[in-house]
Every structure is written in C-alpha cells, then in structure tokens.
C-alpha cells in the first residue's frame, strides 16, 4: 500500500493515535503522538477504519523523546509508549478516560471533563515492579512478546522491574521449544522472591534462584503500616507503591463517614486478598468480602483476621445482596457487566466506588450503574503502569433514587433489605 501523510489527533485506548485519511475515514496509527505530522503506511483497512504505523515522524511532538529501555528497539511489546514523556503519558490517560465516559458511559456529570478529573499520581518509572509474567525464545532464553504476536523478545533487564525481579530473571532459561511461562513476584521490605510456573515446571532452569515456588507459596508485603500475605496464585497490584497509591486514592473517593460504617456495612466486591477492605476499614466496622479466587480467599482469612469481616466465597454475580453502605468494586479487566452490577445495586447501598483498569469497560459500568440510579459525583486516574497505556479509573457515584430494584426484579424501599433471591 501507498506511504501517505497524516496529523495524528488524540491517543486513544489501546494506545494507537487516532488519524483522519483525506477521505475522511479514521486510522488508528501505531507510533504517533498528538499533533504530529507522519508518514505511514497502512497495515489493515476495513470498511468503517483502518489501521496503519509510522514510516517517518515528519513533525514531532514536543512530548517525543527517545524510549529509555534498549528492548524497544528490540521489538519488546511490554512498554509500548516510551517515546512519551512521564507528563505526557498521564495527560494522555486522563484524556482517555474522559472521552471514554463521555462515548461509552454517557456521562454528562462535569466530575468527567478532563480538567476536573483528578490526577492521583504516578508509581516510579523505573524499577518498581514486583511482578512480572516472562516468556522464552525458541532458544530457551527469557523475554517478552513483541506487540500483537507470539514471538518472545529476549531480554536481559527489564526498566520497569524491580531490582530483585531482574536478579531472579537472569538464572532462568528453558528447554527449548517449551511454551512454559513464568510469573515472578518479590517483596520489597522481606527480599523474598517467589515464582509460579505456567506449563512444565520440568522445562524451566534457573527455579533454584527463587525462595518460594508454586500457587499456595506466599510472601509478606508491607503496604503502608500493615503487612499482607500474598499467594503467588492470588492477583495483587504491580507494586507497593501501586498498592499505597490506589488504598489512598479509594480512600480519598470513598470519604471517611461512608467507611466509618454510618451509612452501613462496606462491602468489598472482587476483594482479593483484602487489601482495600484491611486498609480503609476500622477494625469494629462490618465488612463483607466478595472474592472466589481460592488462593486471595486463604490470604484474606489471614489478612482481615482482626476485623469484623465475612468472606463471602463466590463470583459476584452470585452474591445474595444485603443492605450496605458502601460498595468498593475493582474488577478485572473485563469489569463487572450487567448481572453483578444489578446483584450489586440490589443492596441499595448510597455509594459506590469502581475501580476500572479498562477505560472501555469501566465506562460500561458506569452506564450501567447510572442506570440502575447512581450518579457520578467525582472521577479520578492513576497511573500504575508507566510507559504503557494501562490506567486505573476511579469513579465515586451516589444512589439517588429512591426505590431499587431486587435480585428478581421486585423492588423495594431504599433502606429495606432487599428480598432473598
């Protein structure tokens, strides 16, 4: 296909720029910045986009600069947004986020524009990630996938990881041919470096340079002023700076009164290990933990051990709602959809707070949580994952109608329990 010029307008999610042909039809290109002037070359066209990646940056952005890491060059796909500088990468997100809401979540609340959205910081840049999912080459060396492929790019020092992290990836090697993967994670006030092996632990080499092995090993982080067990086989932030960074901002969202439990009981929905419910919630407050990952489950029997919490072992969509006060969601990428929203909002809980690391589907719940009577009261975007176009969307909403709706469609009284479903 021919080379044609472009202006690069807005970064969008996923990461591309998004362009205009002289026809009008949008580009998503892969490369540029906002405001640039680039050449490029179109890689797929279909009937509504098209998709293309820069040949030449003909005007550059004065948010451009030379990626840090030498793996970009390489081909690594991990950190696909070094050419942006620090400030440039967040503004893009929060830019993101807005549009996000405003196209997906039909939010009109002015908590959406771009210059009330607010900017609860950044994690370090370099070296402060404590996991990390590393493949191997046909050649057994480990690495990471190239953007959108399978090939593995070898790697010998990650920038973003942590110093022990890079320690532990320099023993490991495979068999060649083998498709195994390996999690590593540490913890930075213990030292302790554990892995999880996804496939034959038979084909990694170099496992003996790790201090636990396997989904049930569990390392101790400290978070703030509070120590957490953590299985290898659990989800848990990229880092302790992650970690501190969202408790403070869920906190901040939530409002001290909601978690004091005068409005009711917080529940924790996608609670993992209860890092959110033992960091934000007083010891005497009831608190109800919605998790049904087997291994975050043991680690939050151990880490709420001292509060007045029940651990509720099954999917959210599942949850038999009772009355609460405050919910804190955080789900998986793929956000809540529509059921456990509606199990959700069945316990007509006056706030809510989500925490959404996909703007598209975070922008769904939100839609969905409006309508099921909420509101947005105020949004806000952290960045725990620097150099990539991965973001954390905060969203605090109010319930302002008074009468909810039921597990099984009835409704009831805004303060009533609902009914059994």
């Not at 070359?41 to 550059?60: N, S, W, Y």
């Not at 390489?74 to 500088?85: E, F, I, P, R, T």
């Not at 087997?294 to 072992?313: G, S, T, W, Y």
């Not at 199990?343 to 690391?357: D, E, H, K, T, Y």
Request: aromatic share 4%; proline share 6%; hydrophobic share 45%.
């Amino acid at each position: 296909m021919e080379a044609m010029e472009v202006t690069a307008q807005q970064l969008v999610a996923g990461g591309d720029a998004l362009a205009r042909l002289p026809s009008g039809k949008v580009i998503f290109v892969e490369g540029a910045l906002p405001g640039e002037v680039v050449r490029v070359q179109l890689t797929d066209t279909r009937k509504d986009f098209g998709r293309a990646t820069v040949e030449e940056i003909l005007t550059p952005s004065p948010d451009r600069r030379e990626p840090p890491c030498p793996h970009v060059a390489d081909g690594c796909g991990g950190c696909s947004w070094q050419h942006l500088s620090p400030e440039g990468q967040y503004e893009a997100k929060v830019r993101i986020v807005a549009e996000s809401l405003a196209r997906t979540g039909k939010v009109s609340s002015d908590a959406a524009e771009v210059d009330n959205i607010i900017r609860f910081g950044t994690v370090e840049p370099v070296g402060s990630r404590t996991t990390i999912r590393v493949a191997f080459n046909s050649e057994g060396k480990p690495g990471f996938r190239a953007r959108s492929s399978h090939d593995v790019v070898a790697i010998k020092n990650c920038l973003v990881a942590h110093p022990l992290l890079n320690e532990a990836l320099s023993h490991l090697t495979s068999e060649p041919g083998s498709d195994a993967e390996v999690v590593l994670r540490c913890s930075v006030s213990t030292g302790v470096v554990g892995a999880l092996v996804y496939g034959f632990e038979e084909d990694i080499n170099g496992l003996d340079a790790v201090d636990v092995l396997g989904d049930e090993a569990r390392i101790s982080e400290r978070i703030d002023t509070q120590d957490f067990g953590i299985s290898m086989g659990a989800f848990f932030q990229s880092s302790p700076q992650a970690a501190e960074l969202l408790v403070r901002a869920v906190r901040t969202m939530a409002g001290a009164e909601a978690l004091s439990g005068s409005f009711g009981p917080v529940v924790d929905a996608y609670g993992g290990g209860g890092l959110l419910a033992a960091s934000l919630v007083p010891l005497h407050v009831p608190v109800v933990l919605i998790e049904d990952n087997e291994f975050a489950i043991d680690d939050a029997k151990q880490n709420l051990r001292a509060h007045q919490a029940k651990i509720v072992p099954v999917p959210v969509e599942e949850w038999r709602a009772s009355p609460a006060g405050i919910i804190i969601a955080d789900p998986a990428r793929s956000g809540m959809g529509a059921i456990a929203v509606k199990a959700l909002a069945a316990s007509g809980a006056p706030r809510f707070i989500l925490v959404s690391c996909d703007p598209a589907a975070g922008s769904r719940d939100v839609r969905l949580l409006t309508e099921a009577g909420y509101v947005v009261d105020a949004v806000g975007v952290l960045d725990l994952f620097p150099h990539t176009n991965h973001l954390e969307m905060i969203t605090s909403l109010s319930l302002k109608k008074e009468m909810r709706m039921g597990t099984s469609g009835e409704t009831f009284a805004l303060g009533d329990v609902p009914p059994a479903a």
